[in-house]
């Protein structure tokens, strides 16, 4: 039985926003503190992750730190930029700085948005990238400065270019968690529509708890080296719509085309899912689909949850939580 300790940075905040681990609390309404302890920190604050690695001194790093919305980095572009790829510089620092390049094993979350603009179908550790979103160039930024430090100070360090792993603590304006919760309060009667963005860009969904555990694998082994985890297969927007609906005995028959199209329910002939050309992004991602060959053989790694099972968990956990807190 592993006796590990955890460290966590949060962001300072002017209200809660530790919701997504609350249940990790030794006593989750006193915010009292067992096994996981939280420091105060931001990744654009070198000062801070310097002082916070040289108090803890870890074992292993894991940088899940990020401005990680996609189609909010064209917005946040400067900002996401200074998080996403100078906020791992900084910790990489910090770790030299603090003289744990010998004894830290530091893991990346890198991303199937590296690979944006696909090259060849479907993407492995040797695919080039095209990043195609300030989100994708900063974590491409990232991505390569992991490996110099790597290459330059035989620091162990790795990337885990982890494709799209959901569950039900997504963030809410993700795609998938907001379908999730928008068929949820429809199922409740809470409310009748909701719009969604391109609903035929193709995704490898995975569940987050296998991705995690793919993550720790890779700090486990002899040597660092890059991963790409992923399920190898490919969903639309349009299908999580679909099989979400059909959990709660909704059928979703699509009519019109483009910016007019519409899904209706067969069953009461109303209108659910709409087409707003706000959620499309200025450039972008089609299509992307993982090949894991190299993490299966090597880490003996493989996913565990279907695609079926990580829809129907996320609806049904909406479900509980908008029918306890509507206004969730």
């Known amino acids: 039985m592993f006796n590990l300790q955890v460290h966590g940075i949060v962001r300072r905040s002017s209200s809660f926003n530790t919701g997504r681990i609350e249940h990790l609390y030794k006593n989750s309404q006193a915010h009292i503190e067992g096994n996981m302890k939280l420091h105060y920190g931001d990744l654009t604050d070198s000062t801070c992750l310097v002082k916070i690695i040289n108090e803890v001194k870890p074992n292993e790093i894991y940088n899940l730190g990020a401005q990680s919305h996609v189609k909010i980095s064209f917005d946040l572009a400067e900002y996401t930029a200074d998080v996403d790829g100078v906020g791992t510089l900084r910790l990489l620092d910090a770790i030299k700085t603090c003289g744990l390049i010998n004894s830290v094993k530091f893991y990346q979350a890198s991303t199937s948005e590296l690979f944006g603009k696909v090259q060849e179908i479907p993407q492995k550790e040797t695919t080039p990238f095209y990043p195609r979103s300030p989100y994708g160039a900063a974590k491409l930024y990232a991505y390569w400065i992991v490996v110099n430090f790597r290459e330059a100070y035989n620091l162990?360090?790795?990337?885990?270019?982890?494709?799209?792993?959901?569950?039900?603590?997504?963030?809410?304006?993700?795609?998938?968690?907001?379908?999730?919760?928008?068929?949820?309060?429809?199922?409740?009667?809470?409310?009748?529509?909701?719009?969604?963005?391109?609903?035929?860009?193709?995704?490898?969904?995975?569940?987050?708890?296998?991705?995690?555990?793919a993550m720790w694998l890779m700090l486990q082994t002899d040597e660092p080296e890059d991963f790409v985890i992923a399920t190898g297969e490919v969903h639309s927007v349009r299908?999580?719509?679909?099989?979400?609906?059909?959990?709660?005995?909704?059928?979703?028959?699509?009519?019109?085309k483009n910016e007019n199209e519409v899904g209706r329910c067969k069953e009461t002939g109303k209108i659910h899912v709409t087409v707003n050309h706000k959620y499309y992004r200025p450039t972008e991602v089609d299509f992307l689909q993982g090949d894991c060959t190299k993490a299966r053989?090597?880490?003996?790694?493989?996913?565990?949850?279907?695609?079926?099972?990580?829809?129907?968990?996320?609806?049904?956990?909406?479900?509980?939580?908008?029918?306890?807190?509507?206004?969730?």
Not at 241 to 255: A, D, M, Y
Not at 299 to 320: G, H, I, Q, S, Y
């Open 297 to 328: 053989q090597k880490l003996n790694w493989k996913p565990r949850v279907t695609f079926d099972e990580l829809v129907r968990e996320m609806v049904d956990a909406d479900v509980e939580l908008m029918r306890s807190n509507p206004n969730a």
């Open 239 to 256: 299908e999580f719509v679909e099989k979400s609906f059909k959990h709660i005995g909704k059928t979703i028959v699509w009519e019109g």
């Open 156 to 213: 162990f360090a790795v990337n885990g270019i982890l494709f799209n792993h959901e569950s039900p603590r997504r963030g809410a304006n993700f795609v998938t968690r907001k379908i999730s919760r928008s068929v949820a309060k429809i199922h409740l009667g809470q409310m009748d529509s909701f719009s969604l963005g391109n609903l035929d860009a193709k995704r490898d969904w995975g569940h987050a708890r296998d991705y995690v555990e």
